[in-house]
Every structure is written in C-alpha cells, then in structure tokens.
C-alpha cells in the first residue's frame, strides 16, 4: 500500500532562510504526490501536485517540490521563509489508477521566527 | 467561487450522545470526501462518494458511523454513540471528479470534542 513518511513534526527557521520541508513516499507504482499547506484553523489548500509530467514543480508562494524517483523523494523547498508561511504542511501520495485515495502524512509544523 | 461550506465549525459533546455534520460541495463536484483530523496526525479518509454512490468506506466505523449523500451534493456525516477518541477534526473536501491526479478542495472542517 502506499504511503508517505515526513520527517520531523516542527522545523524552524528563520526569516528570509531557506525553508525545507521532507517527505518520502512508498509506492509499489509510480505514483501522483501533493503537498498541502493547512493554515490555523482552515482546510487544507493545495500548494503543488506531482503528475508525472516534470520532476521540478512549482506551486503557490513561492514553494517548488522535486520528484527524485532514486531516493523516493517528495521535498518541499522555498528559497526564503516568510512569516506567512507559518503553518502546517502535508505530503500525500494517490495512485495512478481507479479512484483518488489520498493518503497524507503526519505533517510538519513550520515555525518561522523575525 | 464558493469553497465547501462545513458546520457546525465547533461542537462538544458527552460520550454516548450523537452528532451530525454538514457539508456543502463546490457545485458540480462529483465526488465528496469525509476525512477524520486527530491532533497531532494527517487527515484519515472515512468515506468517499462519487454523485450520490459510495466508492471507499473501508476506513469508517460502520458500528456508529454514518454518512449519506442526498441528492448526490449536500452530505451528512454521523457519529452515534460517540467515543472519547472520536473527538478529532472532520473535513469535507469536494473534486471534480475522482482521477488520482484531480485536486480536492477542503471545507474549514468541524472540531468536535468529546468529554
């Protein structure tokens, strides 16, 4: 079955640093991988989506993600923390096939401090 | 565009009692999906519908809860009795329809307390 793994449940930097947030998957397929941001309080929103089509994607804020297939890797990365992005993050992976179940991980806190 | 609408936003209640959530959907999304949020963990997926059929329940405690969806839009889930370890967030999330690849967008979800 597949499966996401994030490691560290807090990561702190600070301000204008450089913010890495890791996941690894476990998929017995090539599989589709999100990256959700859920900020106090709110649902979940959507930052980037991995289809397949490029490993480097990019998504909202400033945020990017590369799929590396060798080390089953899913890191989120933003070249420079902004107090704003204080928040939760999920990592989640789906199959290609039949219907979507996404599966999230445990989540990170992202502290940012001034 | 309107987002999933939830409700209640909060709610307590004693063990034993029963409790309902709302959930609306973007309209035109086909397919609806309860998660459970403990604190601490990533959302759980209960239940997944595609219009008004359900698709994945696997991971929902048929002894007490349950969820429908009228119409094949609004949806209700239910927690009857509740348990102390059912207190957790519970999100609704809409999609167009149920590819693997398709975006879910997610209502403001319902902390419920159990005490």
């Known amino acids: 079955a597949q499966s996401v793994t994030q490691l560290g449940s807090h990561v702190s930097v600070s301000e204008g640093a450089l913010v890495l947030l890791r996941c690894n998957y476990s998929?017995?397929?090539?599989?589709?991988l999100f990256w959700y941001v859920q900020y106090p309080n709110q649902g979940l929103q959507l930052l980037l989506k991995?289809?397949?089509?490029?490993?480097l994607v990019k998504g909202i804020n400033g945020f990017e993600a590369e799929f590396k297939k060798s080390e089953t890797s899913f890191h989120l990365t933003k070249p420079s923390a902004h107090m704003s992005d204080a928040a939760e993050y999920f990592c989640a992976v789906t199959l290609y096939t039949g219907f979507q179940k996404l599966v999230f991980g445990t989540g990170t806190r992202l502290l940012v401090s001034p | 565009e309107a987002g999933v609408a939830q409700s209640p936003r909060y709610k307590i209640i004693e063990k034993r009692q029963s409790v309902a959530f709302w959930c609306n959907p973007i309209?035109?999304?086909?397919?609806l999906y309860w998660y459970q949020q403990i604190l601490g963990q990533g959302p759980k997926l209960l239940i997944q519908f595609q219009n008004n059929g359900v698709v994945d329940d696997s991971q929902l405690p048929k002894d007490r809860f349950s969820a429908e969806r009228l119409k094949g839009v609004d949806s209700t889930l239910k927690i009857q009795p509740a348990k102390l370890e059912d207190s957790a967030v519970y999100l609704c999330?809409?999609?167009?329809?149920?590819?693997?690849?398709?975006?879910?967008?997610f209502g403001q979800g319902t902390r419920l307390t159990v005490v």
């Open positions: 309209s035109g999304h086909a397919t």
């Open positions: 999330a809409s999609s167009l329809d149920s590819s693997a690849n398709t975006e879910a967008f």
């Open positions: 998929s017995s397929v090539p599989p589709y």
């Open positions: 991995y289809t397949s089509a490029a490993t």
